[in-house]
């Protein structure tokens, strides 16, 4: 995941991210909206597939799971509305990113 932008008022975050074949975020839920526009590849979600140039919105706590197909790897830009945060539902592990650590 590369950092692309972040707004460090309101933690509005721009990232690159790649997803390798077979790869997929399981579900989850955000406490921040999300956009996703797809570079390159498929990207999988539970509500179906995208291809390049298709962009997904995300609203807040939205329970979700996305990545690639199980053939081809997918680039994506991901877009977030506020500070980037993520609660898997199968797992208490949790990513947080916040004005401290944002370079």
């Known amino acids: 995941m590369k950092t692309l932008s972040v ?3 309101t933690g509005m975050t721009v990232f690159e991210i790649f997803y390798p074949a077979g790869y997929m975020t399981t579900w989850h839920i955000h406490p921040c909206a999300h956009g996703i526009y797809v570079l390159e590849g498929i990207l999988r979600t539970h509500e179906g597939l995208y291809e ?10 939205n329970l979700a799971e996305h990545g690639a197909t199980e053939v081809m790897p997918v680039r994506i830009v991901f877009m977030t509305n506020k500070l980037f945060d993520i609660e898997y539902r199968d797992n208490p592990m949790r990513y947080h990113l916040n004005k401290k650590n944002i370079s």
Do not use: A, H, L
């Open 52 to 61: 390049p140039g298709s962009y997904v919105w995300f609203p807040e706590g």
């Open 7 to 9: 707004d460090t008022e």
